[in-house]
């Protein structure tokens, strides 16, 4: 049976992914004055202004102005592309609700909600083919237009992959890139899209003269990032997870601190998934966590290896109680979630980089 599985992925000039990397960004710098600062902070970019909203409660205090314009900056836009001087900036921001506090001081979690890890051996990065791709193409145009390869690109941008499984047979079945341009003829965007990115990037091995290719294909785009659209955090949550293959929980990752399980949870799901593949437990594997607000144990723990394992779901979930610690307090200590590596999680999914913690291998005690 013939089967379609598409996954999307945005550049970091994307307006969402702006506010994303102002959130963790403003995440950092407290967590580099204050390991244990408490923060939620949310962006929002329109037309005319900026708005950053959230808590904290830290010992330190950061510069968030600062903040901002260093990171219009880091990520390439100008005065001509995103003049951040004409915007009004307000910034609101409150320290933790003392409810809200009382239940983390108890080691409990930080709020209720279920979340989802996922795994799947069909890449190196233990991720769906779809989704690994679609990054893979963001990436290359942020490179490009870093490097001047094609020195007409601008920072807004978005990649999509359908991927047709057929019996044991794979291949792309359309490619869809589209990238924010300076002011020039279109054919000049699309060549060179497709030379220096695409081609780049999909092996040939899985492309045929049915694939599909679709650049640019409003024909235009050169107003792009928040001066073209609003931006929000946490509005880009599969392209941050896997991509519409798994399930995604109740809440977006950026801006929050690691005794928000929205995040750290959904990390430790992606560690136990990536370990029971890489352990060869089972080919493909979704796990679920969901917990109540100031309890520290998880209410429930749920695992799907879809038919790919030897071993019964009631043995994996004893394998998992096993090597694992689901604390809210347990998890920040086995992947050390208290450093500034945020940013680094922002762009391009917030799986599959080696360096991160949630991503390391280990062995597993049956």
Not at 60 to 82: A, F, M, P, Q, R
Not at 278 to 305: F, H, M, Q, R, W
Not at 318 to 324: L, R
Request: glycine share 8%.
């Amino acid at each position: 049976m013939k089967r379609i599985v598409t996954s999307e992925s945005v550049t970091e000039g994307h307006p969402d992914k702006v506010c994303d990397l102002l959130s963790d960004s403003i995440l950092d710098a407290y967590l580099t004055i204050d390991p244990k600062s408490r923060v939620a902070v949310e962006c929002m970019f329109g037309k005319n202004y900026l708005l950053i909203t959230g808590e904290v409660t830290s010992k330190g205090e950061v510069d968030i102005k600062k903040i901002v314009y260093d990171t219009i900056k880091e990520i390439g836009y100008t005065k001509e592309t995103l003049d951040i001087d004409k915007y009004n900036i307000i910034i609101d921001i409150s320290k933790q609700s003392p409810d809200i506090s009382m239940g983390v001081d108890n080691l409990g979690a930080g709020d209720q909600g279920m979340m989802y890890g996922y795994a799947t051996c069909e890449t190196d990065e233990l991720l769906p083919l779809s989704l690994v791709l679609a990054h893979k193409l963001t990436k290359r145009l942020t490179e490009c237009r870093k490097k001047k390869i094609l020195d007409f690109l601008r920072p807004d941008g978005k990649s999509q992959v359908s991927v047709e499984y057929l019996d044991n047979k794979i291949r792309i079945d359309s490619v869809i890139v589209s990238s924010q341009h300076d002011d020039i003829d279109i054919n000049i965007v699309r060549e060179g899209i497709k030379k220096e990115v695409i081609d780049y990037v999909i092996p040939s091995n899985l492309v045929d003269d049915n694939t599909k290719y679709f650049i640019n294909p409003t024909g235009r785009f050169v107003i792009g990032g928040p001066t073209g659209d609003s931006g929000l955090t946490g509005r880009k949550i599969i392209v941050d997870t896997y991509g519409g293959v798994a399930h995604h929980g109740g809440g977006a990752f950026s801006g929050k601190d690691p005794t928000k399980v929205d995040r750290s949870a959904s990390y430790m799901c992606r560690f136990i998934a990536k370990n029971i593949v890489a352990n060869k437990l089972a080919d493909k594997c979704e796990v679920s966590l969901s917990y109540a607000i100031g309890v520290a144990d998880p209410t429930s723990i749920n695992i799907d290896t879809f038919n790919t394992s030897k071993y019964s779901n009631e043995e994996l979930i004893e394998i998992i109680k096993k090597n694992f610690d689901l604390t809210p307090q347990g998890i920040i200590k086995t992947l050390d979630l208290l450093k500034p590596i945020y940013k680094e999680t922002t762009n391009y999914g917030h799986f599959g980089k080696e360096n991160l913690p949630w991503e390391q291998i280990i062995k597993l005690n049956k």
